[in-house]
């Protein structure tokens, strides 16, 4: 979740300037906020993002930064130090929603919802260069988010650009009854229908019940994202992390189903998880086999 609140004293004057457009097309008209901004809705019509939960995070390109330099605020905010620093995100610039805005309220007014950060030479502080109007910040998941693009970056995935995190209700009433051990809970999802093995191979990770939004879950979770794509905060939510908009989506969307899908078999079998039927691990391995996965073997039978 974000906390709930902005902070217009965390910035200095000027970041209500907006500059002038000089040229070209709006940034709420660019491709990459216009992925941006589709997913925040679509995260809300599946219902993942109650009053202010979830919050999501870009990576621009350089291309992305040029296209969008004339529409910075001519004085962007001051710096903000982080607890976090990584000097691999040194320069980069963020798109990221707000603390305390609505992801249903983005498509209606993206300035206002999601800023662009720019992030400082030594890699541990933010300033505000666009949106996020009306003394708005980023997410207080933000140090979160920085953390994992950082270890996204250096020792995961580099061409991953995108983090996404969301509320989906089957995600998080499955980590009410299951044991919170990544096979176990991957074993499930990938048993559950014969999508997930393709969606997620390398299987799911998951962490306990932390305080949303502290330093001790952005560290654990980073620690799992150096394996895993997406991890599940027990009675939480979902983090996941992808290339693009579209597969970003797509993995808390098939994440979710798997979940849904397992407890309604649950459901069915009078409550017992012996099923009449299951995809086997040999059914997994011919998936893996025939799509030339690189599947997680640890997680097979
Ligand atoms: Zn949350």
């Known amino acids: 979740m974000d906390v709930f609140g902005t902070m217009q004293d965390a910035f200095g004057q000027g970041v209500s300037a907006v500059k002038g457009a000089v040229s070209g097309v709006a940034v709420e008209n660019l491709p990459f906020m216009r992925g941006f901004i589709r997913l925040c809705s679509d995260g809300w019509q599946e219902g993942w993002h109650e009053r202010n939960g979830g919050n999501l995070s870009y990576r621009m390109t350089h291309a992305e930064v040029d296209s969008c330099k004339s ?6 905010s001051s710096w903000v130090k982080m607890s976090v620093q990584a000097k691999n995100l040194a320069g980069a ?3 990221v929603t707000g603390a305390g805005r609505y992801m249903r309220n983005v498509q209606l007014d993206p300035s206002f919802n999601v800023g662009i950060v720019e992030i400082n ?4 502080s933010w300033r505000l260069v666009w949106g996020l109007k009306d003394g708005g910040m980023p997410t207080s998941e933000f140090a979160s988010h920085f953390l994992i693009h950082s270890v996204r970056l250096a020792s995961a995935d580099p061409t991953h650009r995108i983090l996404y995190h969301a509320h ?3 995600v998080i009433a499955l980590s009410k009854i299951i044991p919170l051990d990544a096979r176990i809970i991957t074993r499930a999802l990938w048993k559950a229908h014969t999508e ?3 969606v997620f191979p390398k299987g799911i990770g998951v962490v306990p019940c932390m305080v949303p939004g502290s330093m001790e879950l952005a560290r654990a979770t980073s620690e799992l994202m150096k394996t895993y794509d997406a991890v599940i905060w027990a009675q939480h939510g979902l983090f996941a992390s992808g290339p693009d908009f579209d597969s970003t989506f797509g993995l808390m969307q098939t994440v979710e189903k798997a979940a849904k899908i397992h407890g309604l078999a649950i459901a069915m079998n009078g409550g017992s998880s012996e099923f009449a039927n299951t995809i086997t691990d040999d059914d ?3 998936i893996a086999r025939s799509l030339n996965l690189k599947v997680n073997e640890a997680f097979l039978s």
């Open 71 to 76: 529409f910075f605020y001519d004085v962007p």
């Open 93 to 95: 610039y963020f798109a």
């Open 121 to 124: 030479a030594a890699g541990d």
């Open 168 to 170: 989906p209700d089957n």
């Open 196 to 198: 997930c093995i393709m």
């Open 284 to 286: 997994l391995r011919a």
